[in-house]
């Protein structure tokens, strides 16, 4: 009788564990999430993914790579994603065009793409009359040479579209331009030939050459029926920046694993990026956002009018970021 009530009472204990167990489950919300590029920008969903923040803040986040800023824009508009890694341009671009995807957390504030120089150039002034070479005109990469060189005051700069990073790092080397903006780990090639990183993604900080490059973008309408899940996903990546900070050893090993990236060099370049381009305070600026829409419109990739006319509280939305500060989420994790 005794070992029949034994083997029933661990019956019980194996059907309440895994009814617990199925309970947990079901509690994780599916989220699908694109991002790009494939490189040091993904660190903190990469980290996210890996460490297990995602399911800590009980979310079951299908993660994958999308290509471009623009596809991941459409991706959401159409319903196939909830939540992309990205911003810059297509924040302002896809609200104008009538579409409601915005960033509802900003990782970087300034620019951080790094500008590299001949050897024989020491001074941003000594790029008068020269040539920068930028993966394309309109780009991220256009954008950041020209406030910098608009900061420095330095004009009769003829900016060439190279067609991408691989592209402007053939042209500087063969001398065909005097600068161009150059992305880690890419970069680390032209250091050690001997050209010159005459602005890099910390000096960007400093100067405070603002500009929201990435961050989380979400449908606007998606985003208000689901503010739990996206505040959720916010804490996972903002985990995954303290770690990143923590723990080096295994925020390489992640980035290596999504990207492929095993040399030593080129990971160690891309952490010290990223340590530089990120932080810790994920609300989108104002500031820059305005002086992003500014700079469309300055360059003609928006109509001025147009965008003159819409509400700048229209390209983002901060309460997600902001109602999380309220709780002490971010003072309690950087504490």
Known sequence: MGHSLMKLAIA??????STATLSAAEKLDKVRFTYAPLSASGFLWFIAKDAGYFE???LDVDMYFEGASPIMVQSILAGENQLAGGLGPTAVT????????????CITHTFT???????????????RGKKVGVSRIGAVSHLTADSILRRA?????TIIQTGGIPESMAAIMTGNVEGAM?????NIILREKGFREIVGAKQLKELNLRFPENGVMAKRTWA???PDVVKRFIRSIAEGLKRMHDDKEFALKTLSKYTKVTDAKSLDESYRWGIDSFFKDFKTP???MQLMVDQLATSRMIDANVAQKTPLKAFYENRYVEELEREGFFKKLWQ
């Open 182 to 186: 150059v992305n880690p780990p890419n």
């Open 286 to 288: 104002p500031e820059a």
């Open 56 to 58: 800590k803040n009980r």
């Open 113 to 127: 793409t790094p500008m590299y120089v001949q050897p024989s150039i020491t001074s941003l002034q000594q790029l």
């Open 153 to 157: 005051r330095v004009g009769d700069v």
């Open 12 to 17: 019980l204990v194996f059907v309440f564990v």
């Open 224 to 226: 208000e029926k689901n």
């Open 94 to 105: 896809n609200v104008l065009q009538g579409g409601d995807v915005i960033p509802v957390a």
